[in-house]
């Protein structure tokens, strides 16, 4: 076949699709680009979102929070970011629901059904940070193609499902498992039917540890839709592409998994350092896995007045990937020096940390609060851009605000 001949085909097959879809044939060809209106349903992802939630993309849907919306201990679903690669599923058969295991270090294929989840196996409650690894993207120099995430890419939700891990277990995992890799239902832009826009996975350790979850609920509800309702896999800590939403496959692989955006560049830095601006070749990248030390100041909104005297009550967030923050600390002059916030501990493994801090200017004008937090492996953020890299991922730099005393 030509290309040319199978290009008409393929769009014929969709064309073909949207008919059944919206329920009736496309009677005038549909240009090239374009969704039907009708379901054109992906406008629903602002749905119950605050208003002042920040669209950095409506196509595919990539909204972050301002630093000040993420202020809750658990974040609410109204203040979640969105980073969708595709269309959400247009159709979502909650009945007919299924989670397959497979792949070549499967013992065995299994099939489960969602009530099967629920009440054959034991379920789990936990928070769980998800950092997209392109937040804080747009903070480097030169810049870097993608959506332009400035601090709101994170969330810390509680997550309710099964652990991965006894799932896995009960398919029977295979002594050369390396890696699982999930599958969604979402769309992918080209609406080609069956090919698929984003499939990650992680190495077979991180997929047995406790927190991994395969979860039902967020917050005690369901997971709204733009989430990944009815299911959707939770490994916190990692960038949150691995965090599979409409999950409706899970391979165990015998390498590592090679779906759409584990290949290439995707979700990888340079193994080695490299000048800004260089981009080295593929062979030199390696995988994204635990994300960096990080912290935000939630509390208050830059640009907050105070009078000369009174006493700033801060507070925010801190977390550190796979490990834990031990210290979190702010300064109001540049760095030259720091005073230690008080920081609590996890609700659980991979949930983000709570701090508060109480601070004094000395007089009247214009300072900027920097938060600066450390891991327990003694890694801190850095206050200027860190190291570069050429697809803009994991920039932890510290999270400023502007505070002017008056
Ligand atoms: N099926 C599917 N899962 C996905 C994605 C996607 O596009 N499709 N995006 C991933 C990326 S890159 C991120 S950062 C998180 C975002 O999760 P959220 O939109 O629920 O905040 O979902 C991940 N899981
Ligand atoms: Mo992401």
Request: net charge neutral; glycine share 10%; aromatic share 8%.
């Amino acid at each position: 076949m030509r290309e040319n001949d199978r290009r008409r085909f393929i769009k014929q097959s969709v064309l073909g699709t949207l008919g059944t879809l919206l329920g009736t044939e496309v009677v005038f060809a549909i240009p090239e680009g374009y969704t039907p209106l009708l379901f054109d349903n992906d406008r629903d992802a602002l749905k119950g979102k605050s208003t002042e939630m920040v669209v950095l993309n409506d196509r595919p849907w990539n909204v972050e929070a301002p630093a000040h919306l993420l202020d809750d201990a658990v974040t609410p679903a109204e203040k979640m970011f969105i980073r969708n690669n595709g269309i959400v599923p247009e159709t979502i058969d909650v009945k007919g629901w299924t989670l397959t295991i497979n792949g070549e270090s499967a013992e065995t294929k299994k099939v489960y059904t969602l009530d099967d989840l629920k009440k054959k196996f034991k379920p789990y409650t936990y928070q769980l940070t998800l950092e997209c690894g392109g937040n804080g993207r747009a903070g480097y120099f030169p810049s870097t193609a993608g959506n332009q995430w400035t601090n709101g890419g994170i969330s810390c939700a509680e997550w309710t499902g099964v652990r991965l891990r006894d799932i896995l277990e009960d398919a029977g995992i295979k002594d050369d498992a390396v890696y699982i890799g999930y599958y969604g239902k979402d769309i992918h832009p080209s609406r080609e039917p069956g090919k698929v826009v984003i499939s990650r996975g992680v190495p077979i350790k991180k997929a047995l540890e406790d927190e991994s979850l395969i979860a039902w609920a967020m917050n005690g509800k369901d997971i709204p839709v733009v989430h990944g309702y009815p299911l959707r896999l939770v490994l916190g800590g990692w960038p949150a592409s691995v965090s599979g939403k409409w999950l409706h496959t899970i391979s165990i692989r015998n390498k590592v998994h090679d779906g759409p955006k584990m290949t290439g560049k995707s979700y990888k830095v340079p193994i080695h350092p490299v000048e800004p601006g260089v981009d080295p070749p593929e062979d030199q990248f390696r995988i994204i896995e635990s994300m960096p030390v990080k912290s935000l100041i939630t509390y208050p909104q830059t640009g907050a007045t105070l009078d000369l005297g009174k006493t700033l009550n801060l507070r925010g967030h801190a977390w550190a990937g796979d490990l834990e923050v031990k210290q979190l600390e702010i300064s109001i002059d540049f760095g030259a020096t720091w005073q230690k916030a008080s920081l609590k501990a996890p609700k659980n493994r991979l949930a983000w940390q709570h701090w508060t801090a109480e601070v004094k200017f000395p007089k009247q004008g214009y300072y900027e609060v920097w938060a600066r937090a450390t891991d327990s492996q003694g890694v801190s953020q850095p206050m200027v851009m860190p190291q570069w890299n050429p697809e803009g991922y994991i920039n932890n730099s510290c999270h400023r605000i502007a505070v002017k005393v008056v």
